[in-house]
C-alpha cells in the first residue's frame, strides 16, 4: 500500500543551526501538505505544494515539491526555540491523506 | 471560533468495554477523518467521511466503527476495546477538495488495559 516515509525521525540542533527533513512517497503524489504538531498539541497545516518542481517560502521556512512528485523537504534556516516539536507530511492520493511517520526537531538554546 | 472538537481528552478504560470518542465542527466541511498517533508510525488513518452517509476505511479500521449520521459530527466508536488500541486519537475535518488542508482536533488520549 501507500507508504509516505520522513527522515530523520529526530533531530537535534543548536539554536541558530539550520535543518532539514526529508519526505518520500512510495507512489506519484496529487499534493504534498506539511503540518506542525507542538509538543502535547494537535497538528497544523502549514503549507501546500502541488505543482512538480514548486518550491515556497514562509519566513525561514523552505517547502519543496520535487519533480516527479514522490518526495518533497521542509528547511528551516537559523533554528529558534519556537520551531521545536514534529513536522509531518502528508501526501494526498483521492481522498486518502497518508502521513510521514514524522520529524522530531530539539532546539537547544 | 471555528474549530473541531473531540471528547473525551483522556480515556482509560477496561479491555472488551464500548466507547465512544465524539467529534464535532463547526466549519460546515464535507471531509472528516480520524487518525491514531503512534511513536514512530506517524499518523494512520482509520476511517474517513467525504460526506453525510458516506465512510471508508483508511489505512487501520479493522476493531473501530464510525458514523456520519449529520454533517457535523463523526464519533469514533471502539465497539470492543483491546489494549494495542492504546493510542492518541485525532478527528481532522476539510473543505473535501483535493487542495483543502486539515483541521485538527485537540486530541484524545486513549487508554486500554
Known amino acids: 500500500g501507500q507508504q509516505v516515509m520522513q527522515i530523520p525521525q529526530y533531530q537535534h540542533v543548536q539554536e541558530g543551526e539550520d535543518f532539514t527533513t526529508y519526505c518520500n512517497s512510495s507512489?506519484?503524489?496529487?499534493?504534498i501538505q506539511w503540518y506542525k504538531q507542538r509538543p502535547g498539541g494537535h497538528p497544523v497545516f502549514l503549507i501546500q505544494?502541488?505543482?512538480?518542481?514548486e518550491v515556497k517560502k514562509q519566513k525561514r521556512l523552505t517547502f519543496q515539491f520535487g519533480e516527479a512528485k514522490k518526495n518533497s523537504s521542509l528547511h528551516i534556516t537559523a533554528t529558534q526555540t519556537t520551531d521545536v516539536g514534529t513536522y509531518f507530511c502528508a501526501g494526498h492520493t483521492g481522498n486518502q491523506f497518508y502521513f510521514g511517520t514524522g520529524t522530531s526537531l530539539t532546539v537547544i538554546p | 471560533e471555528a474549530q473541531v472538537t473531540q471528547n473525551p481528552r483522556y480515556l482509560i478504560t477496561v479491555t472488551g468495554k464500548k466507547l465512544t470518542v465524539t467529534c464535532s465542527q463547526n466549519m460546515n466541511h464535507e471531509y472528516m477523518s480520524w487518525y491514531r498517533q503512534d511513536p514512530g508510525l506517524g499518523l494512520r488513518q482509520i476511517y474517513y467521511?467525504?460526506?453525510?452517509?458516506?465512510?471508508d476505511k483508511g489505512d487501520v479500521p479493522e476493531g473501530y466503527k464510525v458514523s456520519r449520521k449529520e454533517k457535523r459530527n463523526f464519533p469514533l466508536i471502539l465497539e470492543s476495546p483491546s489494549p494495542n488500541q492504546t493510542s492518541l486519537y485525532f478527528c481532522a475535518s476539510s473543505w473535501g477538495r483535493r487542495n483543502s488542508p486539515l483541521h485538527f482536533g485537540n486530541g484524545t488520549r486513549l487508554t486500554v488495559t
Open positions: 507512489t506519484t503524489l496529487s499534493n
Open positions: 505544494l502541488v505543482k512538480s518542481g
Open positions: 467521511s467525504m460526506n453525510v452517509e458516506v465512510t
